[in-house]
């Protein structure tokens, strides 16, 4: 059995390499099969479609993000752990960038996906709320229950929007830099600043600054 | 020549309904038609195919936009220009929402289109900054430029983005409601709370209470 789960593997990571590079809609399973010199029937044997793939690829993503995406516990929360969500999130999003930008294609193509996807971002609304909640009673922000609801859905679009309004918005769409996608991540800090408390301002305009990449450049590259 | 006119202008208006209530993609030429009571034919001699009358769908929007998003000319800005502004950007995300739905698949499919959407976005983007510059020096907002581009940008993406917000977040997308739409532009003016000066927060947080449409009630309708 050992060769038939690595060749499973294989296939799953090799697809997402190609997804990533040249977006889902372009890569076929066949082109897959090349790629990885098997062949289609052998890729067939472990996945009956390209939907498959995807769906095994969403839950790596699920799980990635899940792993991070909850308020420390036993403990208040620190600025670090502030900086330690933002690199968090800026690395599911560009080891997933292919999932942020053609989102409404695939859920469009797979209902069971959609369901999965819908449930995902409840999951995600409730613990970022919880997240924000905890830096509240750390000192760091101060906000209402309402400015926290209202942030925490402003956060989860931006993250969720950034990757299509770089495509949408470059002349070449097709490469995406780690850098441009970092910028969304500053895009995000950017909405708490108006609440951040004197004493933790210090921490998080350094993050700020370690987050900042030009617009231009994030354009551009 | 005169009905003619009338009988293009009748395609576009008609098929602005359908794109709105089904969804661009589900209306094809014969829908309109058939809806219509008009011959296939008849609205070939109009348009040569959908991606026509999108164009010119969109370059009503276009109109619609740029007829209001720009600052005021020759006097400082007040917060009930703020009002007039989210009030006018709701009336053009209501009337246009099949574009904000599909956005994605529609410049997919027409680079003409693509391109015209690029330089739309970059003009939105500076008058929109123009006009948060403009609430700056009329003492109402107090910002630095580096955090009017962030603000302006986290604006765009929140606006273009809410209608696919709630079509891939609730369970039934094929219905939207005005007040479901009116909470993206609430989530817009809660953006700039944090930067809102002492003498201008008591008419800025009754506009907010004005925009405020419960979370629930946004995802439900």
Redesign the interface.
């Known amino acids: 059995m050992a060769p038939r789960i690595k060749t499973r593997e294989r296939i799953v990571q090799n697809s997402l390499e190609l997804f990533n590079q040249q977006g889902e809609r372009s890569v076929s399973t066949n082109h897959i099969a090349a790629h990885m010199e098997i062949s289609p029937g052998n890729l067939y044997y472990h996945f009956a479609n390209k939907q498959e793939i995807i769906a095994e690829l969403f839950s790596q993503y699920e799980e990635q993000v899940e792993s991070f995406l909850h308020p420390p516990k036993g403990r208040l929360a620190t600025v670090e752990d502030k900086r330690f969500y933002l690199q968090a999130i800026l690395a599911a999003m560009w080891n997933y960038r292919f999932l942020h930008r ?4 695939l ?1 469009d193509s797979d209902k069971a996906l ?1 369901d999965r ?2 449930r995902f ?2 999951r995600c609304l409730l613990q970022g709320q919880a997240i924000y909640e905890g830096f509240v009673s750390a000192g760091i922000l101060e906000m209402t229950p309402v ?1 926290i ?3 925490t ?2 956060t ?3 993250l ?3 990757v ?2 770089l ?5 070449n769409s097709a490469h995406l830099s780690e850098e441009a996608i970092k910028r969304g991540v ?2 995000v800090l ?2 708490e ?3 951040v408390t004197a004493t933790a301002k210090p921490a998080v305009d350094a993050l700020c600054e370690e987050f900042h990449v030009p ?1 231009q450049h994030a354009l551009e590259q």
Chains 1, 2 share one sequence.
């Open positions: 053609d989102l409404e294609h859920l959609a996807y819908r971002s409840q400015q609801e209202a942030l859905l402003n989860w679009i931006i969720t929007s950034w299509r309004f495509c949408t918005t470059r002349e500053y895009q950017v909405l600043l108006g609440y617009l």
